[in-house]
């Protein structure tokens, strides 16, 4: 059984491809289970964020994994496949290693996705498709993210989506300070934002979820107002600052709502960002004239100022990742042993017990101990040796030789002459 990861990320497809593959939370058990039903696929976990839909998967026949995403979330393969990167064990182990980092992040060094994909990982458990290959891997996995965050500047100055959010709204508005900001939903998206909003002291903040209880944990941290979703287009003309990150499979901010919201303020600019995938907000409120509307993909292009100074804990990263991954890998090697050294030992057991069943008839016939034993332990050799002597006398040519130098190495015979 092999390791494998399959998906794509905001590296290899565009927001509208990414969009259609992202999984919604309620169905990743049906997702799981269907993966894993008749597929070759014994063990898999589902990683699915704004920024990248991942299969992780052991099993023997990974052909088929491509194909059932594609299906599963009601397109060819032929639509997606041009953006789908494939990795086999060595490289899928290396990938989840750097992605749990942040080192694949959008963002570099981002610390949210460490928790994704921890949820992902309880999903799966949840789910039941967890199995040992895959457990293995993801304690590794949340061991290296620890190691690379804790000895490595890779989270110094993080650049977050969220406080990439208000650096953009910084470029908009001289001052955040004299801005009203709605925040849509109550995910841990949304909560970073509104700490990072908080930080700069708006004038007002309101949050506005589908279920208000989780929105007044929110609203009670932060001093926010808080709202049901569907009174937003109400007062949405209130608002300067609009960040949405919900799990609604459809828009819930439309065309025409913005519209009238700009109506209402008599044409005064509205900022604002688009964090969920699906979308939550049109595309078309974009060409608004007095609307400045970004996406995930556009916050891209705030967060370069701090690369260049995080460039050598990139390199340490990826040097504790090699090692780490070496690590793992000889896990595995030494776990796919397992059932050849168990059969070798039961082998031998066998034959201990059959020489010994044979001498403890002989001394209670009152044969020659000393002779008993002679033949025991004769037996015994020529039993465990029988196997390597015919290994070798059977190949020839180079074959031979072959045969001989994993003898020599199997019984340390080199060092004893």
Known sequence: MQLYALGLNHHTAPLTIRERLA???DRLDDALHDLTRGRGVQEAAILSTCNRTEVYFAGEQPQDAADWLARFQGLSLNEVSPYLYAYPQRDAVRHVFRVASGLDSMVLGEPQILGQVKDAVRHAEEAGTMGVLLHKLFQNTFAVAK???????????????????????????ERISDQRVLLIGAGEMIELCAAHFAGAKPKAMAVANRTEERARVLGDRFNAEVMRLDVIGDVLPKFDIVVSCTAAPLPIVGLGMVERAVKARRHRPIFMVDLAVPR???PEVGKLDDVFLYT????????????????????????IIDTRVEGFLHWVQARDAVPTIRALRQHAEALRAAELERASRLLAKGEDPKVVLEALS???????????????????????????QLVKKLFNLDSRE
């Open 378 to 404: 004769q037996g015994l050799t020529n039993k465990l040796l029988h196997g390597p002597t015919r290994y070798l006398n059977q190949p020839e040519g180079d074959q031979q030789v072959n045969a001989s």
């Open 147 to 173: 190691e690379v965050r804790s000895t490595t500047a890779i989270g110094a100055n993080i650049v977050s989506m969220a406080a990439a959010a208000v650096h953009l709204s910084e470029r908009i508005f």
């Open 296 to 319: 995930v993909d556009d916050l891209a292009q705030v967060v370069d100022a701090g690369i260049e100074s995080r460039q050598q804990a990139v390199v340490e990263a990826e040097q």
């Open 23 to 25: 999984f919604q939370p």
């Open 280 to 282: 939550d907000i049109e």
